[in-house]
Every structure is written in C-alpha cells, then in structure tokens.
Nanobody
Framework: QMQLVESGGGLVQAGDSLRLSCTAS????????VAWFRQGAGQAREFVAT????????TYADSVKGRFTISRDNAKNTVYLQMNNLKPEDTAVYYC????????????????????WGQGTQVTVSS
C-alpha cells in the first residue's frame, strides 16, 4: 500500500507562487506515475499535471500550461508542483495520485486510472 501526503498549500494573492509537494511512504514510488488533480468548491475534480515514473515525460492541462511545472525527485520519494502566476480560478483542493506503471507507459490523465491518493491540500488565491 502506498501512502501519499501533500503539503505546501496556503492562501496567496493573484500573481504569487506556491510549490506543492507529494511525498510517498515507500521507495517503490519510483515505479509510479504521479499526477496532480484539483477540485474547486462545487466543481468536479479535474486533471492538472502528470509525470511518468522516470520523469522523462510530463503533460499539463491547458489551463495551467506555461504556469505550472511538475517534477520529481525519486531519491526523496517526492513529486512537486511548482505553481507560478496563480489566479483566483486556481483555488481548489489539490490532490496527488499515483499508479505503478511499466517504464514505457505514456502519461496518464484519467483520474480513474490512479490507484493511490493523498488527502489533499488547500490552495486559495485571492484577487
């Protein structure tokens, strides 16, 4: 069983930056693809970004492309989401999710494909 813990959320102003972290409980995290999803109040959960197990490929939602960067440090069992130029519409609970994959698996954007989920971290962007 893989446990994921998100951190780094908070209250910021529009234009500010935040870096979210997703830390896993086991070394096998380096065999997992990882994604970030978010869910605003009264809204459906939506895909934000994903990174393959090697870190060699990333995919972003159009709404965050050019502003958010996903990366990973497998030595620290951690995936990051650097969020720059935050907007009020980025306000949401951010969740990380992971799935064990083969090395050649392409990026996965469907939330139903992920096996393990964190509890979420709140990001609030004021205007």
């Amino acid at each position: 069983q893989m446990q994921l813990v998100e951190s780094g959320g908070g209250l910021v102003q529009a234009g500010d930056s935040l870096r979210l972290s997703c830390t896993a409980s086991r070394r096998a995290f380096d065999q997992h693809a990882v994604a970030w999803f978010r869910q605003g109040a009264g809204q459906a959960r939506e895909f934000v970004a994903t990174i393959t197990r090697s870190g060699g490929s990333t995919t972003y939602a159009d709404s965050v492309k050019g502003r958010f960067t996903i990366s990973r440090d497998n030595a620290k069992n951690t995936v990051y989401l650097q969020m720059n130029n935050l907007k009020p519409e980025d306000t949401a609970v951010y969740y990380c999710a992971s799935k064990r994959t083969i090395l050649t698996m392409p990026p996965i954007v469907e939330d139903g494909s992920y096996e393990f989920w964190g509890q979420g971290t709140q990001v609030t962007v004021s205007s």
